[in-house]
Structure formats: C-alpha cells, structure tokens
T-cell receptor, first 111, second 115 residues
Framework: QQQVKQSPQSLIVQKGGIPIINCAYE??????FPWYQQFPGKGPALLIA?????SEKKEGRFTISFNKSAKQFSLHIMDSQPGDSATYFC??????????FGTGTSLTVIP | ETGVTQSPTHLIKTRGQQVTLRCSSQ?????VSWYQQALGQGPQFIFQ???????GRGNFPPRFSGLQFPNYSSELNVNALELDDSALYLC??????????????FGQGTRLTVV
C-alpha cells in the first residue's frame, strides 16, 4: 500500500513557469513532510520540509503548501529554470525511523 | 555535498553472490538508514541503525542485513543476490535515531546490477 501518493508522474513547463507537484497521505500520525530533488545518478537532496503546524513554508524559489484537513501537500517552484529539471520526491514520516516516499515527478523546464 | 559518502559507486554481481555496500555518515550523525530505489521508483526503507543497533526494518527479507560501527559508518550486506535486487542503494545520515526530528541527508548511492 502506497503511504504517500504523488502526482503528476511527469511535468513539462517553460522557463519562468510555476510547476506544482502534489502529494496526498492517509496516516494522520505523519508529522514531517520533506521534499527531495534528485538528479540522474545522484542521491536525493533535501530541498525543503514542513511540519503540520504551519500551512506554508518558503525557502528561496521553493514553497510548500500544506492542507492538514485534506491530508495533502504540494511543492511550488517559482520562476523555474532549466537547472531545476530533475525528479522530485515528496516524503512523510512520523517520529519514527523511516521515510515513506512518493513515486516521484520528473520535471523538465524548457528554456 | 552532504558529507555522506557511499562506496562503491557502481557494482555488477552475479545472481546468487553476496555483496557489501558501505556508507560513511555525516560528521556528528549517529544514525544511518538504508533505502533501495528501483528504477523509476521512490526509495523504499530497508532498515535503520542507531548507535550500532538495528532500529527498525522495512519489508525486506533476512538476506538483507547490516552493521553499524562505533564511528557510525555502516554496511549493508545482501546475500543470495536476485535479479530484482538490481537498484540504487542509498544511505541516509541523521541524528537521534528518529527521522523527522532532524534533517536526513542522503549519499550519492551505489548502483548495483545483478546479472
């Protein structure tokens, strides 16, 4: 059973556009929601993370929106650049020992 | 760079063989988690080591085993390799034995191919 569902599977935007990646979860015990960026052949790199006591968090061009009642959270990339082309994973955890990852979104930013 | 290093970066093994993968955690971190990432999928939790003890295990068979050393580096051992074990193996370094309390940083992974 997939604990975290991620969509879309792939996304193509023009440079300067705002891609949005969505994730949904079922386990209300989850209390930490990170987003990771992964380039081919590399390990995931932590981008930004949020806890359910806030509805939005911004770090640079990356914003997480969190809707606790809907059990959904999303990543927005402002002013996207070709260098943002990568695979993005959402994840969730409670205060335990593992992350549950989504299936990933392949983002392509066209110059 | 995260300060988490894995070796080797690539490995090719034959079905039935055994393999050992290594991970050096970030300085100051006492927890190492291992994940398996199949092509086109998200990472799947294998197990976690905290202060040299296994501290949780995912849905992987016993032929996946591990160790953590006093310096908090870690090994992942896989016996009786199967073709489906071909994947990118990632280790993540963190502090405190409980993810979500502190950030977790991943290494670059070891690409294992079983033929």
């Amino acid at each position: 059973q997939q604990q975290v569902k991620q969509s879309p599977q792939s996304l193509i935007v023009q440079k300067g556009g705002i891609p949005i990646i969505n994730c949904a979860y079922e386990n209300t015990a989850f209390d930490y929601f990170p987003w990771y960026q992964q380039f081919p052949g590399k390990g995931p790199a932590l981008l930004i993370a949020i806890r359910p006591d806030v509805s939005e968090k911004k770090e640079g061009r990356f914003t997480i929106s969190f809707n606790k009642s809907a059990k959904q959270f999303s990543l927005h990339i402002m002013d996207s650049q070709p260098g943002d082309s990568a695979t993005y994973f959402c994840a969730a955890s409670y205060t335990g020992n593992q992350f549950y990852f989504g299936t990933g979104t392949s983002l392509t930013v066209i110059p | 760079e995260t300060g988490v290093t894995q070796s080797p970066t690539h490995l090719i093994k034959t079905r039935g063989q055994q393999v050992t993968l290594r991970c050096s955690s970030q300085s100051g971190h006492n927890t190492v988690s291992w994940y398996q990432q199949a092509l086109g999928q998200g990472p799947q939790f294998i197990f976690q080591y905290y202060r040299e003890e296994e501290n949780g295990r995912g849905n992987f068979p016993p032929r996946f085993s591990g160790l953590q050393f006093p310096n908090y580096s870690s090994e992942l051992n896989v016996n009786a390799l199967e073709l489906d074990d071909s994947a990118l193996y990632l280790c993540a370094s963190s502090l405190g034995g409980q993810v979500g309390l502190t950030e977790a940083f991943f290494g670059q992974g070891t690409r294992l191919t079983v033929v």
